[in-house]
Nanobody, 120 residues
């Protein structure tokens, strides 16, 4: 029900925009997670139903922007100033209730993941 796209290879300092199209109804909370090799899957950003509330982890604050287009049932993650440590598989996630959620277990639906690689 979630289809992520937009990953790729980019040089440090570059930009990428990830997209995640949702189907199967309306989702309240949408989030982006990432998982680097050998590490746990961690929250990157989350957005509420209306977009009035957002959350970012400290390491991406000011560089990444999460947004959503409810008419298209799509969530975006604009990533600027990419760093090698941003390299990971990025996953979009959704849950029906609105709000801001941080843990993978809070989300019921997951996209397939898209690879982001930042070269130094």
């Amino acid at each position: 029900q979630l289809q992520a796209s937009g990953g790729g290879l980019v040089q440090a300092g570059g930009s990428l925009t990830l997209s995640c199209a949702a189907s199967g109804g309306t989702f309240g909370s949408l989030g982006w997670f990432r998982q680097a090799p050998g590490k746990e899957r961690d929250i990157v950003a989350s957005i509420s139903r209306t977009g009035s509330s957002t959350y970012y982890i400290d390491s991406v604050e000011g560089r990444f922007t999460i947004s959503r287009d409810n008419a298209k049932n799509t969530v975006y993650l604009r990533m600027n100033g990419l760093k090698p440590e941003d390299t990971a598989v990025y996953y979009c996630a959704a849950r029906r209730p609105s709000g801001i959620y941080y843990r993978p277990n809070d989300y019921d639906y997951w996209g397939q993941g898209t690879q982001v690689t930042v070269s130094s």
